[in-house]
């Protein structure tokens, strides 16, 4: 039964939230140890899987089937940025199973090169695509973070969309550091819950940064920092037009709707993105220079 209480600003799921989970299957307790790699490019320094929607949900699903922990990042050009200020950064990135591109400036710079991103990867899309995937394989998928409540609008919608998920539990933790004691009863919760998936919404990049110190511990197969798409679910944000998207323009929309929280960070991912733009325009001329040597 989806619990229908509103979240509060205390710690912990609500009622708590955690279904037994439902026995595997024989073929889903076989995973494979090893499974191949996808091909990667680098866009400013930062490695992308290049993989379209399908394609990553799909090498999601084989994850959770493999059954060890890894974690998945969906990159827009915000985590494009703190890649080059925030040093601890790469080292998260580059031990992550699967790096989604989550920005059409992104997927535009990787057209000049060989290897090219087939197109931007959304994670407030691919949301949906898990929901309908967990709905499919009878997954249990926990939802953490968020403003409380939000967590439980988002699951309770996506269960009415796709009845056939699991809700393996609901946590809105409070905008702090968890006590020791704290952190150990929410890991025993996820641990006991049984989800195949850990959406994670804390915000970039301290989504990220918990995922990576805390993966391995929870044992969850797959977790994921899906930053504001708890919210575009749960109706407390409006996407943008998909025509809009397409162009790379999502974030003007966004920008509009909370201009106090986005504005001084689109300005800053602007300066950047004008840096790094500058910067290939130096190194193809130097580039072309140095064919031109006899």
């Not at 076989?30 to 379209?52: E, H, S």
Request: contains cysteine.
């Amino acid at each position: 039964m989806i619990p229908t209480t509103p979240l509060t600003d205390s710690f912990g799921p609500v009622d708590p939230v955690v279904l037994v989970p439902p026995q595997k299957a024989a073929g889903e307790q076989a995973a494979a140890a090893v499974l191949p790699a996808l091909p990667r490019r680098r866009v400013w320094q930062v490695p992308f899987d290049c993989v379209t929607a399908a394609q990553a949900v799909d090498r999601i699903e084989a994850l959770v089937r493999r059954g060890t922990p890894s974690y998945v990042i969906t990159a827009n050009l915000n985590y494009v940025m703190l890649h080059h200020q925030q040093d601890d950064l790469r080292e998260i990135t580059e031990s992550a199973d699967l790096i989604l591109a989550d920005g059409q400036p992104i997927v535009w710079r990787s057209k000049f090169g060989q290897l090219k991103l087939p197109q931007r990867v959304a994670g407030s899309e691919m949301i949906y695509d898990l929901a309908a995937r967990a709905s499919r394989n009878g997954w249990g998928i926990y939802f953490l973070g968020g403003q409380p409540g939000v967590a439980q609008r988002c699951a309770v919608q996506l269960k009415k969309e796709y009845p056939g998920m699991r809700i393996a539990g609901i946590e809105s933790p409070p905008f702090r550091e968890l006590t020791p004691q704290e952190q150990l009863d929410q890991d025993r919760r996820i641990q006991n819950s049984g989800a195949a998936l850990l959406l994670v919404a804390f915000g970039q990049p301290k989504g990220e940064r918990w995922i990576h110190q805390h993966y391995k511990r929870l044992r969850v197969p797959v977790s994921i920092q899906l930053g504001a798409s708890f919210d575009f679910v749960a109706g407390n944000a409006t996407r943008a037009p998909a025509w809009l998207g397409r162009l790379g323009c999502e974030w003007a929309y966004r920008m509009c709707s909370d201009p106090k929280r986005l504005v001084p960070r689109y300005w800053s991912n602007a300066k950047f993105l004008s840096r790094a733009l500058v910067n290939d325009w130096i190194q193809q001329v130097r580039d072309l220079k140095g064919c031109q040597t006899p």
